[in-house]
């Protein structure tokens, strides 16, 4: 672009700066990740809007690297971020708000600017669709306590869950010691993500209704909508869109099981789709076609961005693969289905089926829908009191 330009870009776009970051250490925004640099200070242009920072520090020779740490800002026009890095603990800090504001003078004299890196802004339509649900009041009602997600400070509570070798990965990345200089690292917690429960329980029905609320997930998603949502539906396609950005670019083990557990939910939902919440389902395919459609990109490398999505976590034998051949099925099934939400679904089918090469049959079983009896998405049939078993 010409100079004029791209000093417009300069004076009105968010300035992230980053002082005295290691050499080697990765530094990510969005979809893109910059390889620290003796000069490097930060990264300029940045669009305003919702933007998710993260990086992993390394060992001096720049071979090894420490667990993701990652943050959600929303930030207006000409506004500085200033961080610092911290050697003792080995992550970015705030500054005082005396110095914040000395750095962003500084920042808007332009003195950093041939230290910046410029924020490629052919990628934020990319960014644009992995994120345009999630707002400020949505970080602010998600992110932990100090606003850092990471893996090295989630707690261990998923414990009988069955997990591929990736999410177990993830899981046994080393946490940080105890010792006095990790003892603030040590005290944080996880995201606030709202509970979805796995199975539906409920006191003084029959085994056959208690049977039908697990095989469509309808009601349940109700209840949480009006429980936990308010009623907005964006603001659960936000959470949906917190955590796969907190998972895939954060690496956090905590946002996968979240993202696993919303898709369950949404695709769990037989009467849903086609009747009371058609505009949701089409909203809701769009969200997850974009965040699939990212992550299993194959002329991506990890240089250029962050980790992709691999077989371990999307095998033919997973649950997405169970549960949108359950969905594919409803639709084409349906006698009566909604343009929209019909175009997306196979557009979504497509995806799958030429990044993936999953193939998608007619399913069998219980209300047309196959369960392996080991599958832990499987609808549960409770035998109450002296009543006959549920099927």
Not at 296 to 319: I, V
Request: with cysteine; charged share 25%.
């Amino acid at each position: 672009m010409d100079s004029e330009t791209a000093l417009e870009l300069v004076k009105h776009g968010v300035t992230l700066l980053l002082l005295d970051v290691p050499q080697y250490t990765l530094v990510g925004v969005d979809t893109q990740v910059f390889s620290v640099g003796p000069a490097f200070k930060g990264i300029k242009m940045i669009p305003p809007g919702t933007h998710f920072v993260y990086y992993s520090s390394s060992t001096r020779d720049g071979k090894e690297f420490s667990p993701i740490i990652g943050f959600f800002i929303d930030v207006g026009p000409s506004q500085v971020i200033v961080r610092k890095w911290d050697q003792q603990e080995e992550r970015l800090v705030r500054v005082s708000e005396e110095e914040e504001e000395r750095y962003s003078q500084a920042v808007k004299n332009l003195e950093f600017d041939r230290q910046l890196g410029p924020y490629n802004l052919s990628h934020y339509e990319e960014w644009k669709q992995l994120s345009n649900y999630i707002t400020k009041s949505i970080i602010e009602r998600l992110e932990p306590i100090g606003g850092e997600i990471s893996v090295e400070y989630e707690e261990r509570t998923v414990t009988n869950i069955p997990k591929t070798p990736s999410e177990k990965a993830l899981e046994d990345q080393p946490k940080v010691d105890n010792s006095a200089a990790s003892f603030g690292k040590t005290q944080r917690k996880g995201c606030y993500y709202t509970s979805i429960p796995r199975v539906v329980k409920c006191k003084g029905i029959s085994g056959q209704e208690l049977t039908s609320l697990n095989l469509d997930k309808t009601q349940l998603l109700e209840t949480l909508l009006t429980k936990d949502y308010g009623g907005s539906e964006n603001l659960l396609l936000g959470e949906l869109q917190f955590a796969f950005v907190a998972f895939l670019m954060g690496q956090s083990l905590q946002a996968f099981f979240q993202w696993k557990s919303l898709v369950s939910l949404l695709f769990g939902c037989t009467e849903a789709p086609f009747h009371t919440r058609t505009q949701l389902f089409t909203k809701f395919i769009k969200v997850i076609y974009y965040q699939l459609k990212y992550g299993l990109q194959k002329d991506r490398t990890n240089e250029t961005g962050p980790a992709l999505l691999d077989n371990s976590w999307l095998s033919a034998d997973s649950f997405l693969h169970h549960l949108c051949k359950d969905f594919f099925s409803l639709v084409q099934d349906g006698s009566v289905v909604d343009g929209d939400l019909l175009s997306w679904t196979r557009k979504f089918k497509e995806l799958l089926e030429s990044n993936l090469g999953w193939e998608f049959q007619q399913s069998s079983g219980v209300d047309g829908m196959y369960f392996d009896e080991n599958d832990e998405f499987a609808p549960v049939v409770e035998i109450l009191g002296d009543e006959a078993p549920a099927v």
